[in-house]
């Protein structure tokens, strides 16, 4: 189920980076903006479920024999709709915040051309600049240390298998 919804986001978000590139070099005004929308989405999702098969594939190939490991490995199959469903809900919440940011660049813009309240356009920037960057890399950086620890568990845990297969060749 993992691979096959990798697979599906993966092309969904190929698919909307070349839209979205096409449609900003033809129309350079920023007039499709829902295709960043799109693409923001299936990155994320991308992420969260490339962190999540490299968890599936720790617990299911380690040998620990930690009780949290033989705990999951037991319950990892029954998790994995719960886990799929969570990194949806996850990815939604990146729908919401990249509208938020697209309308707040649009009210920017379309601010730029007037003389005077120059205080507004700046508390937008600042706002948009520190609020929008500090959500986009905690949405990005989970991910990334889950992806990161579960690799790092996964190679000590073949390291080890290979000692004891050596060992037992000695």
């Avoid at 697209?102 to 920017?108: A, D, F």
Wanted: contains cysteine; positive net charge; charged residues 10%.
């Amino acid at each position: 189920m993992i691979l096959i919804s990798l697979g599906i986001c993966r092309f969904c978000l190929q698919w909307s980076s070349v839209l979205f590139n096409f449609c900003s070099y033809f129309h350079p005004d920023n007039e499709f903006w829902y295709l960043g929308v799109i693409w923001e989405f299936t990155n994320t999702l991308t992420f969260w479920l490339t962190s999540l098969l490299a968890v599936v594939y720790c617990v299911k190939v380690s040998s620990f024999t930690y009780a949290i490991f033989l705990w999951l490995r037991w319950r990892i199959l029954r998790l994995i709709p719960r886990l799929l469903l969570s990194s949806l809900m996850i990815s939604c919440v990146t729908i919401i915040v990249s509208v938020i940011k697209h309308h707040i660049k649009s009210r920017v813009i379309s601010m730029m051309p007037l003389p005077g309240n120059n205080t507004e356009i700046e508390t937008l920037k600042t706002f948009l600049k520190k609020y929008y960057t500090y959500q986009h890399l905690a949405m990005l950086f989970i991910p990334f240390l889950l992806f990161l620890t579960a690799t790092i568990l996964l190679i000590a845990s073949l390291s080890q298998h290979l000692r004891q297969i050596r060992h037992h060749n000695a």
